[in-house]
């Protein structure tokens, strides 16, 4: 943003295109500002999702590589089956649905549901961790 800013002499207009969502718009410089911001919140809220089942995977005995991939993995294979039509009648079960960002009609039910999945995966791998030898 800011080398953008420095190229273009000031800031402009924010564009947003997302051809998957038929979203096409342009705002002005402090209400794009607004809603960059917003989104940076929003995403950096859903992210600690990730990081907990991460951090609960290497709680369990495996290597650090292999907790990254199960946890990589995990979420692609969400993102994969809930972008399929055989599941849009429970796409709302799905976590990546509920990760990035929230509509204001249904950013409390969305941020519950993120919460939930990332104290339950903190709060089991926080028991694990409590449960393992370190000596060895």
């Known amino acids: 943003l800011i080398f953008a800013s420095?190229?273009?002499?000031?800031?402009?207009?924010?564009?947003?295109?997302?051809?998957?969502?038929?979203?096409?718009?342009s705002y002005d410089t402090w209400t794009g500002l607004?809603?960059?911001?917003r989104s940076i919140v929003c995403l950096a809220y859903g992210t600690t999702a990730v990081v907990a089942?991460?951090?609960?995977?290497?709680?369990?005995?495996?290597?650090?590589?292999?907790?990254?991939?199960?946890?990589?993995?995990?979420f692609l294979a969400d993102v994969?089956?809930?972008n399929l039509p055989y599941f849009a009648s429970i796409k709302h079960w799905f976590i990546s649905q509920h990760i990035g960002d929230m509509p204001p009609p249904e950013r409390g039910g969305r941020a519950a549901v993120v919460t939930a999945v990332a104290l339950s995966a903190f709060?089991?791998?926080?028991?694990?961790?409590?449960?393992?030898?370190?000596?060895t």
């Open 6 to 25: 420095a190229y273009r002499g000031g800031l402009g207009r924010l564009f947003i295109f997302m051809p998957d969502e038929g979203l096409f718009a």
């Open 34 to 37: 607004f809603r960059y911001a």
């Open 53 to 74: 089942v991460s951090f609960m995977f290497s709680c369990f005995k495996m290597k650090p590589v292999s907790a990254t991939v199960l946890t990589l993995s995990f």
């Open 80 to 82: 994969i089956l809930s």
């Open 123 to 135: 709060a089991i791998g926080a028991a694990r961790f409590c449960t393992r030898d370190l000596k």
